[in-house]
């Protein structure tokens, strides 16, 4: 009798898994922060999945380009699409090497590659005119304010209190690699692919591609991806231990699990967030709508009890 071939799993990890908010984002610090990750990612090895893994790069890429705001006069600027792909290099190194490194303590004989990953968009895509993807350090108002002002940022409130950059953010079309990306993942090898959502490109009238500057949303390129790797499961892994109702609320309760008919419900309701929750929900239906049968909304610390069914939450047909 032949054994049932493994599951796979897409696991979108948030930038911010790496360089949670109130810290100044060393890279040591994210290092520290990458292992930790990557430590609570070895329950999917340990249960035997396929694996791509794909992660945020708001707080990184948005550091990257306050970086050339403020060295503009001195050295030559660098497009938002050519900044997302360094960021898929340097988070990429960070999150292969720490793999590689949990795997080799438990002799595990897997390989991890990083590939760079160009996602096809819209040129026309409304979004590109509506800037409303959080990216760098959060600000307090009085903070933001000047350096908007000087930069010629477009801002806005993240929540009470937190004021974040934003920029353009349209939908993916087409994700590229996405067979040479299947046949890595079913041969077992844990491929990070579509670091930040992938680097935006369209393609121009004689057909060939060009950047775009714009950030595409990580969670919504994962359910993509996902749909072309024909993957079980979406992990969506993000800073908070499991979706809530009436967020920052008196009145916040926990979501543990839920089908998407009723999902849809809360979504049409404003439950959720824009620009935060609710690309993370809109994500998730996306996914089941097609190959997918479940997605769980989690933090790192709760991956483990997530696995088991006893945290996160969950979300079925």
């Known amino acids: 009798m032949s054994l049932a071939p493994p599951k796979t799993a897409v696991i979108a990890l948030g930038g911010n898994a790496i360089s949670p908010s109130g810290e100044a984002g060393t890279i040591s610090e994210q290092f520290a922060h990458t292992r930790e990750s990557l430590a609570a990612i070895m329950n999917f090895v340990h249960e035997g999945y396929n694996l791509c893994i794909t992660h945020g790069n708001g707080p990184q890429v948005g550091d990257e380009l306050l970086r050339m705001d403020l060295t503009h006069d001195i050295i030559p600027p660098l497009p938002l699409g050519v900044c997302v792909a360094g960021t898929q290099g340097t988070i990429g190194y960070m999150i292969e090497q720490s ?94 692919a579509s670091g930040g959502g992938g680097i935006p490109v369209f393609k ?8 775009l500057d714009a950030v595409i949303d990580k969670d919504y390129a994962a359910a993509l991806f996902g749909r ?22 008196p009145s ?29 929900i809109e994500a998730a239906l996306y996914f089941l709508k097609y190959h997918g049968h479940k997605v769980v909304i989690t933090s790192i610390p709760e991956v483990g009890n997530a696995i088991r069914g006893k945290s996160g939450t969950t979300i079925n047909k």
């Not at 072309?228 to 800073?239: H, R, S, V």
């Open 204 to 211: 121009k009238g004689d057909d060939n591609l060009d950047g």
């Open 228 to 249: 072309i790797l024909k993957a079980e499961e979406m992990w969506i892994i993000t800073d908070v231990d499991c979706v809530y109702l009436d967020y920052n609320n």
């Open 252 to 280: 916040q309760k926990p979501l543990s699990a839920v089908t998407t008919e009723v999902l849809e419900g809360l979504l049409k309701e404003g439950q959720f967030q824009a620009g935060s929750m609710a690309p993370k």
């Open 99 to 192: 793999l590689q490194n949990e795997l080799k303590k438990e002799n595990i004989d897997r390989e991890v590659v990083t590939m760079i990953t160009q996602v096809v968009v819209d040129k026309d895509d409304p979004a590109i005119l509506n800037p409303t993807k959080f990216i760098g350090p959060r600000y307090t108002k009085d903070e933001i304010n000047p350096l908007a002002q000087k930069l010629g940022w477009t801002i806005a409130e993240q929540n009470s209190g937190e004021w974040r950059r934003v920029v353009p953010s349209p939908l993916p079309q087409y994700i590229m690699h996405g067979k040479s990306t299947k046949a890595l993942i079913d041969r077992g090898t844990i491929v990070i």
